[in-house]
Each structure stands twice: as structure tokens, then as C-alpha cells.
């Protein structure tokens, strides 16, 4: 009897012995997967750009001439892109998007025009959110300035002549 004892808490033992190797394993591979897996969607959210609200305005088209200038900000909300100062929201041109990790405004070819909190001056005009639906999903009164025009780092007078 004390034989056979010996046997099954030697064939326990083994059991065990198995049993942590293969939990040691999957916890090896843990530790190594799911931070490449973790940094590659860290990596993909920084280099994602999301499209601004827009009116579809582009060069060449008649535009509104009227000048604003303010702190560009932008906020991602229910993976959409809002770009209002508290009292207006603004209606981008064509091809104009934002990345964040950090926020940037980027024109239609890809390029960093301003950071979050940077001046930036725009031409265009105020226009009804009845007539433009995108720019009422960021919409909390106040004015919709429709840009229509380039868009300069900097306030007013110290863009480009």
C-alpha cells in the first residue's frame, strides 16, 4: 500500500511538474506578445489621422473673406473630430484632418500646419448649421466659421505675404 502511495504522489509530482512548465511557457510568451502586440496599437493611434468637418471648400472656389484667428484645438469625441473654441466651431477645407499623441493640424498633403493650443489665422465666414449638418455633431451655440482659405501658424499679419 505505502508503494502505491509513493507511486501516485510521485505521478502528482510530474503532474505538477507539467502543469508548471506549461503555465511558465504561457507566461513567457505573455510577457513577450502582449507588449509588441500592445505598442503596435499604441503606434497605429498616433500615426491614425481623423478627417475635419468640412464644407468641401477648396482652392480656386469663391470663398468668404473675413479673417479669424485663435488657438487651434481639437478634441476627439466618439471617433469623430470637434474643433470649437467654446463659442464657434469651425468647418475645415477639403482634406484637412487632425492626428493626435500630440494633436496636429495636417493640410490635404499631410503636413503639420499647427500643434494643439499653436495660433493659427484663417479667412472665411460665418455660416448656419442647418445648412452645414457636419458641423452640428460639435455644436454648442455660438457661431460655424466656414474656412475658406489657407490656413497660417501665427496671428494675424505674421503669415506668409
Not at 25 to 37: E, K, T
Not at 55 to 73: E, N, R, T
Amino acid at each position: 500500500m505505502r508503494l502505491m502511495n509513493r507511486r501516485r504522489s510521485g505521478a502528482e509530482g510530474q503532474v505538477s511538474f507539467t502543469r508548471l512548465t506549461a503555465c511558465l511557457v504561457v507566461g513567457v510568451l505573455a510577457g513577450v506578445v502582449f507588449p509588441v502586440v500592445a505598442a503596435a496599437a499604441a503606434s497605429t493611434n498616433r500615426t491614425r489621422s481623423y478627417p475635419l468637418p468640412s464644407d468641401g471648400w477648396k482652392p480656386g472656389q469663391a470663398a468668404m473673406q473675413a479673417l479669424s484667428s485663435g488657438p487651434f484645438q481639437a478634441q476627439l469625441i466618439h471617433s469623430r473630430v470637434c474643433t470649437s473654441d467654446g463659442s464657434m466651431d469651425y468647418l475645415w477645407p477639403a482634406g484637412y484632418r487632425v492626428r493626435f499623441h500630440p494633436t496636429v493640424l495636417l493640410n490635404p498633403t499631410g503636413r503639420v500646419v499647427a500643434h494643439q493650443g499653436q495660433n493659427v489665422t484663417v479667412g472665411g465666414g460665418f455660416v448656419g448649421t442647418a445648412s452645414w449638418p457636419s458641423a452640428a455633431r460639435c455644436y454648442k451655440g455660438g457661431g460655424v466659421w466656414a474656412v475658406q482659405g489657407p490656413v497660417y501658424s501665427g496671428r494675424p499679419g505674421l503669415g506668409p505675404s
